[in-house]
């Protein structure tokens, strides 16, 4: 049974590992040679167009998603061969949904929690859902949430267990200040705790606010890596287009 | 600019805009052309052919008096057709929708257009069709050759008038269900009912009853010369159930869906995490899960009951022997399939790629799905059974291995199909509506099609073995029965279980 608490291993190996990855869907190529890694203890914001491949690279990291080509390893699991390896040291929040619509937010905790075997976690739930404000909703079927409400949620599920890597895919979109707030909390700790962090989004300046390196993807590719602080809105623009 | 109020021309022209659109998104264009043809030709086959068996002076005496017991209870069986209108209606919240609600929310589509709409989309429903296509077959059966074409006019006619009066009822239900304490006064009211039927058949005077009702008139003239006025009058119900219906409608239409805004602000207190005597305890946990899915969708709940109790209200109306009721449970199952069942998946929504995140065997998840889409169709099924039993009594033993063999049988077939429809054809919808469909109108179309053809054909196998004198031999019938089925849930389960098709049903189901 895992203990909430325990520090994440830190190893000197990277926390995440992606070399030329190409994802395909039929004819299509949604990504197409992304070279990544991130590191334990850092966050790294994935940035990019609609389209550029954000997403499909985060599925794949969270073991839903296959790997078309290429060798993509997460916290030491091979996510071509050890699907479930990769879900049980990942917490991931999707960018879209990510909820089952007739269950309750203690719900879904609940199932989150015994299949990754924690002890104790009840306390720590409440604690989370208390810091995203949904504590008064924790046992409301989650179909009539609004949209923040959902993203609300989507975090605290990625972060419930205290994962080895943190996959956040547009966690901040319709989250009011207070919620924007709480996801930097959940950034932080888990940093300082020793996991790697990936968050996807569109908005730069909080991207740069939560990690300190930054990777650009366009059409499927990586066009750049550099620290957090380099990324002007200029060099980002010229990056995009 | 249009005005509030629109005009029926308005309205039917809508509807064949929101047609069009939907035709137009239509996956596999000549499949759906060749489903439509199949069920026109089976509307003609049962229309026509039974009517070439010589059955008059056939020798049998069992044949005549289950002829003579047929034609007895037709006019029950119009009366059948009615009241499954009525419960379709009123399961699906007023009727189907051409468009889903978020879907239509942008555009300035108008009540009675709505309601156009799920009168268009009313056959789509395999009761439906399998009551119209008994109602051909019995009336051709029974009819002399030279009046069949005016009796079959006389059914089709009555089947618009029972469908447009059905939705007018239904509308008018969905209407007091939105209002204050109206959940409460529908479901005492449809009670009431209930017991009422049971009463009246408990005190013996349940045939007379719908002997006595117009239905039984209006059978019978099917066959006379006096046909034309049947139909002229039938005509004339349907077109004011139409026009009539746009009322309710246009009120149902008009208020907040409490129960399901009830539903979706539910509270669910936490409950411990189960400790079941054998099994896992993951796969208890998402066993709760996927029933709370089910359980908690008003759509789902309505129409898992509608479907448990009206086949067997059928059966007790029309007095269905038992040769009849073996169809049943393969028919209700397969509608109890079309509740969620072909698009299994579709039970998580959006929430299906954090479902898949988990670190949960693959095989768990697909071994406790199938079980959830079981539970239903046992359920439905096992209804209609109970209530045929307490209209029959205890069959003899052979008809008693049948229907158990028969149901067994057709339970496996249909999870079968619909867990291989589920994975290899997967739909985002949103089942938060009960007007909501899990798949696109015509793919349902093809699928109950598919799924009342195949139970239909077992079950008549199973009757055929029930005449004989052998109770083991619907037992060993259904030995290669269940095998194949078995070996078909396999085939789809090992489909499932590889990540690449299991990501592609994942990311559809979720829209992502």
Redesign the interface.
Known sequence: MRRLGDTCPVTQAPAVVVRDLHVRFGDVEAVSGVDLTADSGQATALLGRNGAGKSTTMKVLAGVVPPTAGEVTVGGHDAATDALGVKRVVGYCPDVGGLVPRATPWEHLQLSARLRRMDEWEERGRDMLERFELGDVAHRVVGGFSHGMSRRLSVVLAALHEPTVLLLDEPFDGVDPLGVEATLEVVADARARGACVLLSTHLRDLALEACGTAVVLRGGNRVAAMQAGELTGEAYRALLD | MRSSTDSWADALRDTGHLVAFRARTVRRRGASLVGLVVVLGLTAVFAVAPNGFELSGSGSAALDRAVAALEDNLGGAFLGLLLLAISSSMGSGGGRELLSRSEVAIHPVSPVTEHLGALLLAPLNLAWLVQMWGLLTVTSLVTASDRLLGAQLVVLAWVLAATSLGQAVGWAAEGVRRTPHGVVVVRVVSGVVVVLLAGLHLAGVLGPVVRSLPTTWLAESAQTSSWPVAVLVLLALAAVGVVVGARPAAWALGLPPREE?R????????RH?PEPRWGS??RA??HR?DR??VW??VGMRRGLMVLGIGPGLVALVAGLQWSSVMLLPGLTASGAALLFGVNAWC?????M?????????AADVFGVRTLVVAECLAMVSGVTIVLALLRNGMPPLVVGAAVLSCWAVVLVQVLAIVMTWSVRSPYAV?L?SPRATPAPHASMAAYAGKLSLVTTLTGMVFTTISTGPWAWLPPAMAVPFLTYSVWKLRRARRRWLA??ER??V??TV???
């Open positions: 805004l539903v979706q602000s539910g509270v669910h207190e936490a995490a305890p993951d946990l998402l899960l709370g899915s908690r969708s039970l998580d929504g959006k929430g790629v954090w479902r898949e995140t988990l670190p949960v065997s949103d938060s990540p690449a990501a592609r994942v990311l979720a829209a992502v």
